[in-house]
């Protein structure tokens, strides 16, 4: 298959629509050689060509049938047309149309056609001319972008330059808002999975045609109207009031601010300060539930306040370095309220990132609880300690129900361990009638488990709590990790050291307090651990602990 993709931008390769055209030639060729067909790709860039303007003259139909007088680039770039079995026109949209130099090169395909009048099928226009070469069974496919939001109603004019051109039906296309968006590093992350999908496109086309699925998705906004204007203003690095020109790190912030996502507000209104401390600037961007402001005299109150180098930060959006992992070696800091950081992707990420966290904020019922673990246990010790038959056949009942009382929620393996555990000790203390021994060995048990996960990659604690952190992307926070590591570690002991106290107060006598220190110690544990686990990162954050 030979395809000619003629690139109509005036930009060359550094063009956005190029991204398109060629993600979907990549989706086609891989889809195409896959069903063993060989695909040639000739890439004709109008920019650099010599092609003047027609002169009007009709010599191609009157002088030299065929041949314009012209001698530029335009011959070859019909043989190519010609030769080819399909086209793919790349082009930026200008003033609602093709640019001037693609116009161009259509006007200067009138040698392609006959100079006589013909009727069309397609009802396009008043007339037509019948091609000069045999053009049947070519396909064509127009990929381009555009610079507003979005590119509903803003092709009206290139659809029917194109039906007249091609024919109505005879092409697929593919148009897309806010292209200037593929040149904006920081915004790859959404850019890519539009390129991503563009691939697929092309990969769909090899085997027939673009899916309506797919094509659905591509109409899909790249940024909603709102968040895509604010960030397409403050590009332009002038100020909307004064129309001066801005700082880099100016313009930066209001585009940042822009990516505010308001439908995550809370009901409680932020004050971001951001301080490049290389620059010696601080910004304040207000986060509020009709969107972000960004405040450059100081005035507020700050809430959150991140003291960064601008180059870091930089670095962070551009995705060159994770944003956690940053943090976790104190790149930068964060005081005041953490809460910010931790929800990071809900209010600031991209346009997939932000639904993500807006979705799983919707599946939490399904997110495992640490009840379905301790149930058992805790069934265990209290039954089991009063009868050791009756308390048995109550904790192995209870552990047959887990799964059942349960069923809306994951169970992790932490949960199946303890119900398989304890269950074997019931049965144990019901077979030898050992109650207490057993409850004993059950602390023991229980302890080894927090300190087992303690040399895994997911310490006991986190296999609950990551899911409101952001899921499996929590592993990858260092202040996310040490923090459960050392929560672990701590519950761990306290079990071991349970056991080993249990034994020798129930040794010297003073087994009946034992039903007080027993319970209280875990209810102060609990208190510790839900403060720690918000205290530690924040104070790490803070850069108190170098
Ligand atoms: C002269 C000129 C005219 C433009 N006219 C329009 C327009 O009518 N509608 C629109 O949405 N964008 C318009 N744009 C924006 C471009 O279509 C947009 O920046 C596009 O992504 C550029 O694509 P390219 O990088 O492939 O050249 C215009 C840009 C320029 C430079």
């Known amino acids: ?76 770039v019909i043989e190519k047309e010609i030769a080819a079995d399909l086209i793919i026109w790349s082009f930026p949209l200008y003033y609602f149309n093709v640019p001037g130099s693609l116009k161009n090169l259509i006007d200067r395909q009138l040698p392609m056609v006959l100079p006589f009048m013909s009727e069309r099928s397609d009802g396009c226009g008043s007339g037509g001319h019948d091609a000069r070469y045999d053009m049947k069974g070519k396909r064509h496919v127009l990929i381009s972008t555009c610079g507003f939001y979005s590119a509903e109603n803003n092709y009206d004019s290139v659809t029917k330059m194109f039906d007249h051109f091609l024919g109505r039906g005879n092409y697929t296309s593919i148009f897309c808002g806010q292209g200037e968006l593929f040149r904006v590093k920081e915004l790859s992350e959404r850019t890519d999975e539009y390129l991503e999908l563009v691939k697929k496109a092309g990969a769909e086309y090899a085997c027939g045609g673009i899916t309506d699925a ?26 909307k009031e004064s129309g001066e020109k801005e700082a880099d790190d100016l313009v930066f912030t209001r585009q940042m601010a822009a990516l505010y996502n308001k439908n995550a507000y809370d009901g409680k209104d932020r004050v971001l300060e951001i301080c490049y401390t290389d620059l010696g600037t601080t910004y304040q961007i207000l986060l509020g539930k009709d969107g972000s402001k960004v405040i450059t005299d100081g005035s507020l109150n700050p809430t959150t306040r991140i003291d960064t180098p601008f180059t870091v930060w930089a670095s962070i959006s551009r995705g060159e370095i994770g944003g956690a992992e940053a943090l976790g070696k104190q790149m930068y800091t964060v005081s005041g309220d953490f809460s910010l950081m931790i929800d990071w992707d809900k209010f600031f990420g991209s346009m997939s990132s932000q639904t993500a966290a807006v979705k799983e904020e919707k599946e939490t019922l399904k997110k495992p609880s640490m009840a379905s673990m301790l149930i058992p246990w805790i069934t265990f010790w ?38 398989a555990a304890v269950a074997c000790l019931s049965a144990i203390a019901a077979i030898t009638g050992e109650g207490k021994l057993v409850t004993n060995a059950g602390y023991l048990v229980f302890g080894l ?48 050291c349970t056991a080993v106290w249990t034994y020798l107060l129930g040794k010297a006598g003073l087994g009946n307090i034992l039903i007080i220190i027993n319970n209280l110690v875990p209810i102060a544990m609990g208190l510790f651990t839900a403060w720690f686990e918000k205290w530690y990162p924040a104070w790490k954050a803070r850069g108190k602990s170098s």
């Open 449 to 496: 488990f927090w300190l087992v996960s303690c040399i895994t990659r997911e310490p006991l604690c986190a296999a609950y709590v990551k899911y409101n952190y952001g899921g499996d992307k929590a592993l990858n926070n260092p202040l996310f990790m040490n923090a459960n590591y050392i929560l672990a570690a701590c519950w761990g002991a306290l079990y071991i």
């Open 1 to 76: 298959m030979k395809i000619l993709l003629i690139n109509g931008s005036p930009k060359g390769k550094n063009s956005n629509s190029l991204r398109l055209a060629n993600s979907f030639m990549e989706g086609l060729r891989i889809k195409a050689e896959e069903q063993g067909q060989s695909v040639e790709l000739e890439e004709l860039d109008v920019s650099s060509l010599k092609i003047a303007p027609c002169k009007g003259c009709f010599s191609c139909w009157r002088n030299t049938p065929g041949s314009c007088c012209i001698k530029d680039a335009m011959p070859m």
């Open 214 to 239: 797919t094509d659905k998705e591509l109409h899909t906004l790249l940024y909603p109207k709102e968040i895509f204007e604010k960030m397409a203003d403050a590009s332009w690095g002038v100020s």
């Open 382 to 419: 209290i039954a089991v300690s009063i009868n050791s038959v009756t308390g048995s056949i109550i904790a192995m009942a209870i552990c047959a129900l887990i799964p059942l009382l349960m069923r809306k929620r994951k169970l992790v393996l932490w949960d199946q361990l303890s119900i």
